[in-house]
Nanobody
């Protein structure tokens, strides 16, 4: 059984920063991609950022230049550094981990609220 534990969400003012963490534990053989999604109230879940096992990254246009995804393979942990936050970044943020055998795991979600 694999568990993903997210932390770091909360309330920030516009222009502020937050750092999300997602640690994977349990019977996961090996991790391939690690991703962050978000879902705002009344909207569909969207991919925000992803990082491959080799460290290649990609971002949705709305967060480019403001968010940075990184990973610590030794700790099976992925991070999302969020700077210059905007009210439109308010959402529940979810991490997703894809194992090398195609297994997919989701975190429980962490609320990020940005006030104007």
């Amino acid at each position: 059984q694999v568990q993903l534990v997210e932390s770091g969400g909360g309330l920030a003012q516009a222009g502020g920063s937050l750092r999300l963490s997602c640690a994977a534990s349990g019977s996961i053989f090996s991790i391939n991609a690690m991703e962050w999604y978000r879902q705002a109230l009344g909207k569909q879940r969207e991919l925000v950022a992803q990082i491959s096992s080799g460290g290649s990254t990609a971002y949705v246009d709305a967060v480019k230049g403001r968010f940075t995804i990184s990973r610590d393979n030794a700790k099976n942990t992925v991070y999302l550094q969020m700077n210059s936050l905007k009210p439109e970044d308010t959402a529940v943020y979810y991490c997703k981990v894809v194992g090398r055998i195609g297994d997919v795991y989701w975190g429980q979600g962490t609320q990020v609220t940005v006030s104007s």
